[in-house]
């Protein structure tokens, strides 16, 4: 029996609910694996020291839409006692994106959704300089949660509801909530994607400036419209550090209008 309270454990969890998959079936033979781009791929031989069975990282090269000769690692193990459990902590065989979501049982809390947010979140700073955490899931579960600690971590609430653009919930905090979320959930040292943890680190080191977010005067860029696009008034106005006056009036402009209705 592995222990979920383990937060090394309670990560794995996480990464392999979003970035793993899980093939066959716990009743007879089957497989998990994990796959990882080659410039995350130290993290693998980590993971491998945390499972209680034999398993297996093997380089893979292919061909994708976005490079030819992408290169891969893979982790890989089939013993079915441990997939068993993974199975029992939240990790299902088959599709799984939309089904995912938080353990049962009792888990480490900061270290799973450092592992949900190491395989389907977005760190980093805007271009205006601004910190940004944000999930895009198709799991309402998942999103759930995510909103859930939000509100407990960071004292701001989120919603989790849908976005027009791709029906699946996209959802963001930034400025002092995100940092805020990057020191709960990435402390110093933690088990993490390198890249991942040196952004969050950053986001978590942020400090707001002595001046108000106010107005600016910087021409809008195609990247802050793709950002009003994808989320609402209120949270792009705080991505982006503008005010929500300025965010409508830009949203109505790239609708072909001059100004918002009287």
């Known amino acids: 029996m592995m222990d979920l309270s383990s937060p090394e454990l309670s990560y794995l969890v996480g990464l392999l609910q979003t970035d793993g998959s899980h093939s066959g079936s716990t009743a007879g ?131 989790a509801r849908p976005n027009r653009r791709d029906s699946v919930p996209n959802v963001m905090v930034a400025n002092l909530a995100a940092a805020r979320l990057a020191c709960w959930c990435y402390p110093i040292g933690a088990l993490s994607i390198s890249r991942k943890y040196a952004a969050a680190r950053a986001v978590a080191e942020w400090q707001a400036p002595h001046q108000r977010f106010g107005h600016t005067m910087k021409r809008w860029t195609p990247d802050e419209d793709e950002i009003i696009s994808r989320h609402s008034i209120k949270e792009a106005a705080a991505l982006l550090g503008r005010t929500e006056q300025s965010v409508n009036l830009r949203r109505w402009r790239l609708r072909g209008r001059t100004a918002p209705p009287e």
């Open 29 to 159: 033979k089957g497989k998990i694996s994990i796959e990882l781009s080659e410039r995350d791929a130290d993290i693998l031989l980590e993971l491998q020291r945390l499972l209680p069975c034999h398993s297996l990282i093997s380089t893979r090269i292919r061909d994708t839409n976005f490079k030819q000769g992408y290169v891969s690692k893979v982790l890989e193990f089939c013993s079915q006692d441990v997939r068993k459990e993974f199975e029992r902590f939240g990790v299902p065989t088959g599709k799984k994106s939309k089904i995912v979501g938080p353990p049962a049982e009792t888990f480490s809390r900061p270290d799973y959704l450092r592992g949900v947010l190491d395989g389907d979140g977005s760190i980093g700073f805007t271009a205006k300089g601004f910190p940004f955490i944000s999930l895009v899931t198709a799991s309402p579960a998942l999103a759930k949660h995510f909103c859930e600690e939000i509100a407990e971590v960071c004292g701001v609430r989120r919603s």
